[in-house]
């Protein structure tokens, strides 16, 4: 055996050995970063879901008695609202009773779904 048949062995035996770990890293990242995206998209689905919901509790209030709701409270006790409030602040502003409310919703957790 010469010295480049010698090198080429060892070269081979090394990638035999180093290779699967390598694809076992790269599987690895693949996982971490599609969980990462469906935990992302969990998020803004859930979003998306508590803006609508509290926009139609709101109109339906409206609808009924004539008077935007005066409280987020309100909306929980009276039209059954709920949301997770460990994912959620919303902040429910009245300008007045025949005046749509400000509605702003916030990440309690800010760093954990920012892009």
Known sequence: ????????????????????LLLLVVILGIFVI?????????????LESLQNAIHRDIMQCYALEGTYP???????????LTYNTDLFFVDYQVIA???????????????????
């Open 34 to 46: 599609a969980l990462q995206r469906i935990d992302r998209s969990s998020y803004d689905n859930q």
């Open 97 to 115: 009773s025949n005046i749509y409310p400000d509605i702003t919703i916030l990440p309690v957790d800010k760093e954990a779904y920012e892009d």
């Open 70 to 80: 005066p409280s987020l409270d309100y909306l929980t006790q009276h039209y059954g």
């Open 1 to 20: 055996m010469n010295r480049f048949e010698s090198r080429f062995s060892q070269l081979h035996i090394l990638l035999r050995k180093v290779f699967p």
